[in-house]
């Protein structure tokens, strides 16, 4: 059957569409990236890929998944808030989905950068150029997948589904993240971690792009111009997004040592002047 490439990706080549099927690049840690495939599968995620194995040539196969990829000149497919927060379910769904799988004892990953924990195996590179938007919303490549924590998962989704880049407005920003830990049902426990979260993680990512660039100069002549600068900015709205939700935190931080309070109100009988901070941050004050 004809071979057709399959364009994207910063780091992998080969990858190819056959059929109903996608061939790509198999290494030691496909064997463990099948496994949490398969699971998710039994457990009734619909949200990922099947495995099919390796064919002739020593490739992974996994199904081909019809739709549009929300990137690049695309993007505005996830402008709208309802659809950010489908997008937002889907990751908790996820999240909840592997979080009983057990690897197999002999299981590698492919450990890119480094991980922040081992809570769960996440996917590690949750983006709009790994969403397929078709008559189901499923994430690809997983081939990065590998021991992780949940918000830090969900800090690098938002990075790309916000996005937290430039050109974002900072307001704008910090109404999309809180859109997007409504729709996962981040807890304010959460939430604070995964403003602490934010800007790390994408330093994290940015280091492994100078990296491979450094190694490989092809590949540092297409990152230089595009990822790398656009995430090296992307931390600079990190923070000035994190300045402008950290009030807000601060306010949740309240709300939780005063849980068994009664809820202040003003002489007019309204609640008093804060609350609308928490209700912006999405956590309603505790009475």
Same mark, same amino acid.
């Given at each position: 059957?004809?071979?057709?490439?399959l364009?994207?990706g910063n780091?992998?080549r080969g990858v190819?569409?056959?059929?109903?099927?996608v061939?790509r690049?198999?290494?030691p840690w496909?064997p463990a990236v099948h496994?949490?495939?398969?699971?998710?599968?039994?457990?009734?995620?619909?949200?990922?890929?099947r495995?099919h194995g390796l064919?002739d040539?020593?490739?992974?196969v996994?199904?081909?998944v019809?739709?549009t990829v929300p990137?690049?000149e =695309?993007?505005g @497919?996830? &402008?709208a808030?309802?659809?950010l927060r %489908? $997008?937002g379910r889907?990751?908790?769904h996820?999240h909840?989905a592997v979080?009983?799988?057990a690897?197999?004892?002999d299981?590698?990953w492919?450990r890119l950068?480094?991980t922040d924990?081992?809570?769960?195996?996440a996917?590690h590179?949750l983006a709009?150029?790994?969403?397929?938007?078709?008559?189901?919303w499923t994430?690809i490549?997983?081939d990065?997948a590998?021991?992780g924590t949940r918000?830090g998962?969900?800090?690098?989704a938002?990075h790309g589904f916000?996005?937290?880049?430039?050109?974002?407005?900072p307001?704008?920003?910090?109404?999309?993240?809180?859109v997007?830990a409504?729709?996962?049902g981040a807890?304010?426990?959460? =939430?604070?971690? @995964?403003l &602490?979260?934010?800007?790390?993680?994408? %330093? $994290?990512?940015?280091?492994?792009?100078?990296?491979?660039?450094?190694?490989?100069?092809a590949?540092g002549?297409a990152?230089?111009?595009?990822p790398?600068r656009r995430?090296a900015?992307?931390?600079r709205?990190?923070?000035r997004?994190r300045?402008?939700l950290?009030?807000r935190?601060?306010?949740l931080?309240?709300?939780?040592?005063h849980?068994?309070?009664p809820?202040?109100t003003?002489?007019?009988g309204?609640?008093?002047?804060?609350?609308?901070?928490?209700d912006?941050?999405g956590?309603?004050?505790r009475?």
């Open positions: 059957m004809t071979e057709e490439p364009p994207g780091t992998t190819v569409r056959i059929g109903d099927t061939r690049p198999a290494g496909t496994a949490l495939l398969d699971h998710l599968q039994a457990v009734g995620f619909r949200g990922a890929p495995a064919d040539k020593g490739r992974e996994l199904d081909f019809p739709g990137h690049d =695309r993007s @497919l996830l &402008d808030d309802v659809r %489908r $997008v889907l990751i908790r996820f909840d979080a009983d799988f690897p197999p004892p299981a590698r492919q950068v480094p924990g081992d809570e769960i195996i996917h590179d709009p150029w790994n969403l397929v938007v078709g008559d189901r994430f490549d997983w990065v590998g021991p918000m998962d969900l800090a690098y938002m916000v996005p937290l880049t430039p050109g974002t407005d307001e704008r920003a910090a109404h999309r993240v809180r997007l409504d729709a996962y807890s304010p426990e959460e =939430r604070r971690d @995964l &602490d979260r934010l800007e790390p993680r994408t %330093r $994290v990512m940015h280091d492994f792009l100078r990296d491979q660039a450094a190694l490989q100069p590949l002549a990152l230089a111009g595009g790398r995430l900015q992307g931390r709205l990190h923070r997004a300045e402008h950290a009030g935190a601060a306010c931080a309240r709300a939780n040592s849980r068994h309070s809820r202040p003003s002489a007019s309204g609640a008093e002047p804060g609350d609308q901070d928490l912006a941050l956590v309603a004050p009475s």
